[in-house]
């Protein structure tokens, strides 16, 4: 179970930027994913640290968080982000 992390393509900002919207300022808190995440973050930065490693990530990614999975989001510069529960 690992988290993958790319450069959103104009694809994918056309389609991501239709949907909801969150926000978080800096913090860090606790997490589980009953369902996998697909997000396009417009603003901020993050380490999210689960079981077998942790994932950076930031303004212009593209990120899908899996199923099942627990970890700790550490965002450090505040985050909005468009997301779509699979």
Known sequence: MEIKVRKATPDDIAKMTKLPTWGCEVS???W???SEEHCYLTEGEVVVEYDGGSAGFGAGDYVILPEGM?????????????????
């Open 28 to 30: 860090t808190f606790d």
């Open 32 to 34: 589980y994913y009953d």
């Open 70 to 86: 627990k970890c700790v989001w550490k965002v450090s510069k505040a985050v909005r982000k468009h997301y779509q529960f699979m």
